[in-house]
């Protein structure tokens, strides 16, 4: 079981790191740093977050995260509403500007997987293995119990 996790588990890098490489042409085209993506990334599929719910996310201090957020403000990428209950408080939300970032970074990782696909040949029993593998791991990450 050990020798089969290793192996999955080195797999599974790979394959992210290929689907990841390929996704960040798009952003060498644009100067952005994956930071700044990693931001756009979250506003994009989680919706409008607070600075403080980014940097908890990211795994980043609250000013790395303000100065990631004044560089995507500045490019237009991304807006900071403030709050009408607490002026403190800023709400950062992706701009449709960022969103076709994203949408163009998706097309690029659509279509490698759609040569790799042509490659392997169609095959619905690998999909839905690929299905069950993420729904197993959300699972066990959503319950912890690694």
């Keep these: ?11 599974m890098r790979e394959i992210n790191f290929k689907i990841k490489i390929e996704g960040r042409k798009v952003l060498k085209q644009l100067e952005l740093s994956t930071a700044q993506f990693d931001v756009l990334q979250i506003l994009y599929f989680k919706g409008d977050k607070k600075l403080s719910d980014i940097s908890k996310s990211l795994g980043v201090t609250k000013s790395t995260t303000t100065g990631l957020i004044k560089r995507l403000e500045a490019l237009n990428l991304i807006e900071k509403i403030q709050s009408s ?62």
Aim: net charge positive; glycine share 4%; no cysteine.
């Design 85 to 146: 209950k607490d002026k403190r408080i800023y709400n950062v939300k992706i701009t449709t500007k960022g969103k076709k970032i994203i949408d163009e970074v998706i097309i690029r990782r659509i279509s490698l997987m759609e040569k790799v696909i042509e490659k392997m040949g169609k095959d619905e029993t690998f999909i839905e293995k690929l299905i069950k593998l993420k729904n197993t791991l959300n699972e066990v990450v959503e319950g912890d119990e690694l």
């Design 1 to 11: 079981m050990k020798e089969n996790s290793v192996q999955m588990e080195k797999i």
